[in-house]
């Protein structure tokens, strides 16, 4: 099971897709304390999570991220970080490393310089993330690359399979964008139905080709496509939200993932691990019963679930089918 911890708000960066709508003149006073992080952080490995994402926002802008990934190690848990790569500078990289991070997940969107520096909304964000990237592969850190996928850069994702296979990156994936936070004002740039499953059959088609691991990310339906195609999979299941995956917000609110905002309690009045036991939300998710339309009768329910933010979004109920379901 794994868990992301949007750990702040705060980010150098203003990117136009940004799900919690993070930037450098955010109110960051209510935020979780060290002391809080330390304790959630016990919370998760009591639930039974092995591996701990801490994002942002930039999670690098937090003073106590050696700390908190410390804390993270001390309880048994796999710390790993979600970050925009720009302040990966050698020092930073190694300081991780020696701190026991697992590994980094870089946000890069494009190997046009161009294109990423708009969509981070940021001049000059391209150079220092790819500087930060062989910084954190010269310390010895697993990297991954975070790619958000939209009608204008899907056709380079092949081009950044090969590329990074070179620089030595053990792994891309490709995210599906999901109109929340900023995102809402570009949801016409997402990939749709034909597009959207001809872009995972690629995907999929790739990863016989590359020693990289691909794994489409709010995308659930590579699950019964790799079935189908008779591809072997070391995943199990397509959207893991509220059954071996969550989030917690920077306040303490506890959602069902980063790109859907129902709130599951909030960890400053009741304790991680309770609210991941016992929460109404959490349980109704894991119950295929209650999954609406073709998602609760669908023979793949159990290897896919269906993009739940995607089924919020277009439905207006977390429960209701997967509205580009190539099964309806």
Request: aromatic share 8%; charged share 25%.
């Amino acid at each position: 099971m794994l868990i992301s911890w949007n750990t702040t708000k705060k980010c150098n960066l203003n990117c136009v897709h940004c799900y919690r709508e993070s930037g450098m003149n955010v109110d960051t006073s209510k935020e979780l304390t060290t002391k809080e992080g330390k304790k959630l952080v016990e919370e998760i490995s009591k639930a039974g999570f092995r591996l701990l994402i801490l994002s942002g926002g930039e999670p690098l802008l937090r003073d106590d991220i050696f700390e908190l990934i410390a804390a993270a190690r001390e309880s048994r848990l796999m710390p790993a970080i979600g970050t925009n790569g720009t302040l990966l500078t050698k020092e930073m990289s190694e300081e991780l490393q020696k701190a026991g991070l697992k590994g980094v997940a870089v946000s890069i969107d494009s190997l046009d310089e161009a294109y990423h520096d708009q969509f981070r909304g940021q001049p000059g964000a391209f150079v220092k993330t790819q500087q930060g990237i062989e910084n954190a592969l010269s310390a010895g850190l697993r990297v991954q690359i975070n790619m958000t996928i939209t009608e204008k850069n899907q056709d380079e994702f092949g081009g950044m399979v090969s590329y990074y296979e070179r620089l030595g990156v053990q792994a891309i994936h490709p995210f599906f964008l999901v109109p929340t936070g900023r995102a809402l004002s570009m949801e016409e740039d997402g990939l749709r139905e034909t597009a959207y499953y001809s872009m995972i059959r690629r995907v999929l088609e790739l990863q016989s080709t590359t020693s990289l691991e691909l794994k489409p990310t709010c995308a659930p339906q590579f699950m019964p496509m790799a079935k189908e195609m008779g591809l072997s999979q070391r995943f199990t299941k397509g959207c893991l939200a509220g059954t071996a995956y969550c989030c917690v917000l920077p306040e303490g609110q506890v959602h069902i993932c980063p790109y859907l905002p129902v709130e599951a309690g909030n960890v400053r009045e009741k304790p991680f691990d309770e609210i991941w036991k016992s929460s109404s939300v959490f349980l109704e998710l894991r119950d295929m019963k209650n999954y609406e339309g073709a998602c609760g009768s669908c023979e793949h329910a159990g290897i896919c679930g269906g993009c739940r933010a995607r089924a919020y979004y277009y439905n207006g109920s977390y429960m209701a089918e997967e509205p580009w379901c190539f099964k309806r």
